[in-house]
């Protein structure tokens, strides 16, 4: 009898098994095609069909493969988007179909409307996945890993992409130089604020994440420095302020980040001597205000143009992507550029965003607790620092790899909201800091 009852008891033990092995395979696939996103993340030249990247495409096997695991458990879909974002997107939105009724051009309403829908896309959807699929601390590391070694091969790419001319600015597996030298300065930004921890605390148990992130930072170092892209170069210098700053301005941090920075300008210098195509040179020659072509008088040129015809009607824009016959160039600001092509209440809506962004940053960096949330909390806000200087003077802000900090700063603070919820269901009577309306 004993014996029969023992036997019930592990063939119904056999299904509970089956189903949570089920269950667990179910959460991982989703989130295996999410890491292999963020892997191709910056190889923007991928582009199976319909000018749509390799990235684009696994992350939305993803999003299906995670609405197929809510439906077959029957799940509430849990929408947990910042009202900051949700609106500032909507406004950007609204303005921008406005403005469409009233341009003529109709290759110009047609792309507007696609970087819209990839726009709400991205920030109400695939924001949303993140923070439903990815479920630690460790998780999130992962994922920013991956885009940091994304970055890197790109960037090995782009240093060999064009031996005979090393140093004609290669736009590695990028659409862009812009976009190289962008995700080359986050990659280099992200690797090097990992090695600062590592080798401080550096155990046997660590010596592949030291190896990964001294391939990631060299590899990405050396292609920020092929692209010669200005912007990059003082996106990484901003960013490093504020690690120092972050991590407190002790001697020590500040005479290692000055010798790094005495030397590279040194080096500058000395190959500016024997190389027509080096930074120092382009520096000087984009910057010559005496020089039409140059970058910064072209530049100047363009923002007044755009501020002229912002003036004449500021709630209504010009449509996104659209060029000024005047000068031939987009307007090169995240600002300008939003107000020009979309109208006033978009560039109010896209404040929102950037706002609630950097305050969701910010809150975490104050709330994480453990050494790895802290080290997690800096790397995505030095990263989305680095993206949003060099948005201030290149026209790519719609660009995924650029929101990716946010949508794991966005997945980090779920996470530990949900552990302190738990923490305090325990213990009635801690108080809890909470994410204010935005």
Same mark, same amino acid.
């Given at each position: 009898?004993?014996?029969?009852?023992?036997?019930?008891?592990?063939?119904?033990?056999?299904?509970?098994?089956?189903?949570?092995?089920?269950?667990?395979?179910?959460?991982?696939?989703?989130?295996?095609?999410?890491?292999?996103?963020? +892997?191709?993340?910056?190889? !923007?030249?991928?582009?199976?069909?319909?000018?749509?990247?390799?990235? %684009?495409?696994?992350?939305?096997?993803?999003?299906?493969?995670?609405?197929?695991?809510?439906?077959?458990?029957?799940?509430?879909?849990?929408?947990?988007?910042?009202?900051?974002?949700?609106?500032?997107?909507?406004?950007?939105?609204?303005?921008?179909? +406005?403005?469409? *009724?009233?341009?003529? %051009?109709?290759?110009?309403?047609?792309?507007?409307?696609?970087?819209?829908?990839?726009?709400?896309? #991205?920030?109400?959807?695939?924001?949303?996945?993140?923070?439903?699929?990815?479920?630690?601390?460790?998780?999130?590391?992962? &994922?920013?890993?991956?885009?940091?070694?994304?970055?890197?091969?790109?960037?090995?790419?782009?240093?060999?992409?064009?031996?005979?001319?090393?140093?004609?600015?290669?736009?590695? !597996?990028?659409?862009? /130089?812009?976009?190289?030298?962008?995700?080359?300065?986050?990659?280099?930004?992200?690797?090097?604020?990992?090695? =600062?921890?590592?080798?401080?605390?550096?155990?046997?148990?660590?010596?592949?994440?030291?190896? /990964?992130?001294?391939?990631?930072?060299?590899? $990405?170092?050396?292609?920020?420095?092929?692209?010669?892209?200005?912007?990059?170069? #003082?996106?990484?210098?901003?960013?490093?302020?504020? =690690?120092?700053?972050?991590?407190?301005?002790?001697?020590?941090?500040?005479?290692?980040?000055?010798?790094?920075?005495?030397? $590279? =300008?040194?080096?500058? *210098?000395?190959?500016?001597?024997?190389?027509?195509?080096?930074?120092?040179?382009?520096?000087?020659?984009?910057?010559?205000?005496?020089?039409?072509? &140059?970058?910064?008088?072209?530049?100047?040129?363009?923002?007044?143009?755009?501020?002229?015809?912002?003036?004449?009607?500021?709630?209504?824009?010009?449509?996104?992507?659209?060029?000024?016959?005047?000068?031939?160039?987009?307007?090169?600001?995240?600002?300008?550029?939003?107000?020009?092509? $979309?109208?006033?209440?978009?560039?109010?809506?896209?404040?929102?965003?950037?706002?609630?962004?950097?305050?969701?940053?910010?809150? +975490?960096?104050?709330?994480?607790?453990?050494?790895?949330?802290?080290?997690?909390?800096?790397?995505? *806000?030095?990263?989305?620092?680095?993206?949003?200087?060099? $948005?201030?003077?290149?026209?790519?802000?719609?660009?995924?790899?650029?929101? +990716?900090?946010?949508?794991?700063?966005?997945?980090?603070?779920?996470?530990?909201?949900?552990?302190?919820?738990? *923490?305090?269901?325990?213990?009635?009577?801690?108080?809890?800091?909470?994410?204010?309306?935005?």
């Amino acid at each position: 009898m004993c014996f029969e009852q023992n036997l019930e008891n592990e063939s119904l033990k056999i299904p509970n098994i089956f189903k949570k092995q089920m269950s667990s395979l179910a959460i991982k696939i989703p989130r295996i095609f999410y890491y292999l996103g963020c +892997l191709t993340i910056a190889q !923007m030249i991928f582009r199976p069909a319909f000018s749509t990247t390799l990235s %684009d495409y696994l992350f939305f096997i993803s999003l299906i493969f995670a609405l197929i695991n809510i439906t077959i458990k029957s799940e509430e879909i849990k929408y947990n988007i910042p009202n900051g974002l949700t609106i500032g997107v909507y406004l950007f939105l609204i303005n921008l179909f +406005l403005t469409l *009724l009233f341009v003529d %051009d109709s290759h110009l309403v047609k792309f507007s409307t696609i970087v819209a829908v990839k726009f709400l896309y #991205l920030i109400l959807i695939w924001f949303w996945l993140s923070m439903n699929i990815l479920r630690t601390p460790s998780q999130v590391k992962f &994922a920013l890993i991956c885009f940091g070694i994304s970055c890197a091969i790109s960037a090995v790419y782009g240093v060999f992409e064009n031996p005979q001319y090393l140093w004609q600015r290669p736009k590695g !597996m990028a659409d862009h /130089v812009n976009q190289f030298g962008a995700t080359c300065g986050m990659g280099t930004i992200l690797g090097f604020s990992y090695l =600062w921890n590592t080798i401080r605390d550096f155990t046997k148990q660590n010596k592949t994440q030291l190896l /990964v992130f001294l391939f990631i930072f060299i590899s $990405c170092l050396a292609g920020l420095y092929v692209s010669e892209s200005l912007g990059s170069l #003082l996106a990484v210098g901003v960013a490093l302020l504020v =690690w120092t700053i972050l991590k407190g301005a002790r001697l020590k941090k500040i005479i290692v980040v000055s010798l790094g920075i005495l030397a $590279c =300008w040194i080096f500058l *210098l000395h190959q500016a001597q024997y190389n027509k195509y080096s930074i120092a040179q382009r520096f000087k020659r984009e910057t010559n205000l005496n020089n039409r072509n &140059a970058t910064l008088t072209s530049r100047l040129l363009t923002y007044r143009v755009a501020l002229e015809r912002i003036f004449h009607n500021p709630l209504i824009g010009e449509g996104i992507g659209k060029k000024l016959n005047e000068t031939g160039y987009e307007v090169h600001n995240i600002f300008l550029k939003v107000l020009f092509e $979309c109208g006033f209440i978009a560039m109010f809506g896209f404040v929102l965003i950037l706002y609630s962004s950097f305050k969701h940053l910010i809150f +975490l960096f104050n709330n994480s607790q453990s050494t790895e949330e802290k080290q997690l909390s800096i790397a995505l *806000l030095l990263c989305f620092i680095v993206y949003f200087v060099i $948005c201030l003077k290149e026209p790519i802000f719609y660009n995924r790899f650029g929101w +990716l900090p946010i949508a794991l700063a966005l997945a980090l603070n779920d996470i530990l909201a949900t552990k302190e919820a738990h *923490l305090h269901a325990r213990q009635p009577n801690i108080s809890s800091s909470e994410i204010s309306f935005f």
